[in-house]
């Protein structure tokens, strides 16, 4: 197991709704607490592109195809982020990975598995 694991990926219509989660099992609460964590999504044939980041103080960044539909958050008892996904749309379909970034953004963890999304009727 990884230090970052996804869940919550599924099939959904065209303007549905999906809540993916990111838990980190093997970090200690002082090591996750400062990171700046990001979702990250692949679609087949594409490179893997950047959708949202949430930093320690929960100030978010998302790329522009889905701002206002996707929220991410972070509750950093639990060690988790998570990304609200709502309206969605069919190119949104990838595989969806979290990560944390270091201060050049670059991914600092190997990526895990992801979870999948399909948005398809």
């Known amino acids: 197991q990884g230090q970052l694991v996804e869940s919550g990926g599924g099939l959904v219509q065209p303007g549905g709704s999906l809540k993916l989660s990111c838990k980190a099992p093997r970090m200690i609460t002082s090591t996750f607490n400062p990171l700046l964590m990001a979702w990250y999504r692949q679609a087949p044939g594409k490179e893997r592109e950047f959708v949202a980041s949430?930093?320690?103080?929960?100030?978010?960044n998302y790329v522009d195809s889905v701002k206002g539909r996707f929220t991410i958050s972070r509750d950093n008892s639990r060690k988790m982020v998570s990304l609200q996904m709502s309206s969605l749309r069919p190119e949104d379909t990838a595989i969806y990975y979290c990560?944390?970034?270091?201060?050049?953004?670059?991914?600092?963890?190997?990526w895990g598995q992801g979870t999948q999304v399909i948005v398809s009727s």
């Open positions: 949430i930093s320690s103080g929960k100030a978010t």
């Open positions: 990560n944390a970034l270091s201060p050049a953004n670059e991914p600092k963890y190997p």
